[in-house]
């Protein structure tokens, strides 16, 4: 059996998702049972994700910037899971949102190592079928600043300069 038969596929939509509940604009954190429902969805997610990004950056080189990132990325996520919330809601809490910010990176880490393009404005995957357009923002001295894909429907959203 190879090693990609024993991973789990990741749904990358789903862990967004939880990870929207506890941080982002107006996000209010559940509370009591809800919210250790949700520090476990998290945990899971993180257990399912870490495996996937050790594969993907094992096929890179050695010396390879973001196989190094993705793998720093991975022992700060293992402490997190080794840590406990301690005692009291506001700690839980606390806790649940650290989870949330350290599984975000996972996603980022996981999407840049297998190719899944984000949409630069609302940071959702663009899938195979979706209408996107190029975007580059040019820097003063040339460059670009931000190059990448966004959704055709949220080209609006962005603000040229």
Do not use: F, W
């Amino acid at each position: 059996m190879t090693t990609a038969a024993l991973t789990q596929p990741v749904d990358i939509d789903t862990m967004r998702h939880s990870i929207s509940r506890l941080i982002g604009p107006d996000t209010e954190s559940p509370k009591g049972p809800e919210l250790a429902g949700l520090t476990g969805l998290l945990r899971g997610h993180m257990q399912l994700i870490i495996p996937e990004i050790e594969q993907a950056a094992g096929n890179l080189p050695r010396d390879d910037v973001p196989r190094y990132c993705a793998l720093a990325c991975i022992g700060e996520a293992r402490a997190k899971l080794r840590a406990t919330a301690g005692d009291g809601p506001d700690r839980a809490a606390a806790y649940a949102r650290r989870l949330a910010r350290s599984l975000a990176a996972l996603c980022d880490h996981y999407e840049a190592l297998t190719g899944v393009e984000m949409c630069l404005a609302c940071d959702q995957p663009i899938r195979d079928r979706e209408d996107s357009t190029p975007y580059g923002h040019v820097s003063a001295s040339g460059g670009a600043a931000c190059a990448g894909r966004v959704h055709t429907r949220c080209a609006h959203v962005l603000r040229h300069r």
